[in-house]
């Protein structure tokens, strides 16, 4: 497939370093202001150098990649709230010239999906977005082989940042700051890491699986959720339950009642508390108890291969 990749920060860098491996062909990345566009295929290494020696990746300005042949537009700018933009303006593009959507971007699907389900429900393309949800892990491709009519709620630990947070503060007696700042440095942060604290980034993922499992009855958004993040905690909070064999996890839930996240106690050492940037999704099922699906959450090479795996899953156009 001929893939354009909108955004090369983390994620959209490593898409494209990667798509080869994949048998796939990048002819057009671009960030916020930039763009390399080659019909024949762009040489990635040289796009990517010049990013970090000049802070472009060609001469060609974004649109000029939205305008390209490409079989799939990759949407891996940052996430944004609300109208979604630009992100959702470059979902409807690309759907609008009959191609393939992948996202890595939350917010189409977060803030907008009745919108997006509507714009793909006209056009030849289709829109996948398993990397929008736990990173590398098969979530979305779990309740897709489950059936999400077979599945009653979803929990678990679903942002790295807050949980490499809580469980080196835990485990080090580390400051809030000083432990951000190494999230940061690992790449796994959101551009804006209030989202990860806060609890907005694990609410907006909560916020996708509700709509996943929803299948179209309802529509939820970030106004749906319930949401506490991890900025305020104390580390005596996380002091005073280990005393009890206990430890504290952002968690995020989705059940009949909605979509809520926050801080709540856990078991040391139980699944639902993974160490560093790990996360975990539980899904509770009709017939079938309990399933988990765990691994890593965040990075660029770890989310890219969720993008290259649902670009393996599209029908050629
Ligand atoms: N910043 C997110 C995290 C990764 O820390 O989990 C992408 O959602």
Redesign the pocket.
């Known amino acids: 497939m001929k893939l354009a990749i909108m955004g090369a920060g983390a994620v959209g860098s490593s898409v494209a370093e990667l798509a080869a491996e994949y048998d796939h062909e990048v002819v057009a990345l671009a960030d916020s202001n930039s763009a390399a566009v080659d019909a024949a295929g762009l040489t990635v290494e040289s796009a990517l150098e010049r990013k970090q020696a000049d802070g472009i990746v060609g001469d060609d300005d974004p649109q000029d990649a939205l305008d390209s042949e490409y079989d799939v537009l990759v949407e891996a700018t940052p996430?944004t709230l609300d109208d979604a933009q630009p992100g959702f303006g470059h979902v409807r593009t690309a759907l609008e010239r009959d191609r393939h959507v992948v996202l890595a971007n939350?917010g189409p699907v977060a803030e907008r999906y009745a919108d997006v389900r509507a714009l793909e429900s006209e056009s030849g393309g289709s829109v996948l977005f398993e990397a929008?949800v736990g990173?590398a892990m098969p979530v979305l491709s779990t309740i897709d082989g489950f059936g999400a009519d077979n599945i009653t709620a979803a929990r678990g630990v679903?942002?790295?940042?807050?949980?490499?947070i809580l469980s080196r503060m835990a485990a080090e007696g580390l400051d809030y700051e000083h432990v951000l700042a190494e999230?940061q440095d690992l790449g796994?942060?959101?551009a804006d890491?209030t989202?990860?604290v806060e609890g907005i980034?694990?609410a907006?993922?909560c916020v996708i699986l509700a709509n996943v499992l929803a299948q179209g009855e309802r529509e939820f958004t970030l106004d749906d959720a319930d949401i506490e993040g991890i900025s305020d905690l104390p580390g005596s909070a996380l002091d005073l339950a280990h005393e009890d064999g206990q430890t504290i996890r952002l968690i995020g839930e989705v059940t009949d009642d909605g979509v809520r996240v926050g801080p709540r106690l856990v078991a040391e050492h139980s699944a639902v508390a993974p160490t560093g940037?790990r996360?975990i999704v539980q899904f509770e099922t009709k017939h079938a108890g309990r399933l988990n699906v765990s691994g890593r959450?965040?990075?660029g090479p770890e989310?890219a291969t969720a993008v290259l795996a649902d670009v393996d899953r599209l029908p050629p156009l």
């Open positions: 996430t939350k929008t990173g679903l942002n790295g940042t807050a949980n490499f999230a796994v942060a959101e890491p989202f990860d980034d694990a907006l993922k940037t996360n959450g965040a990075g989310t």
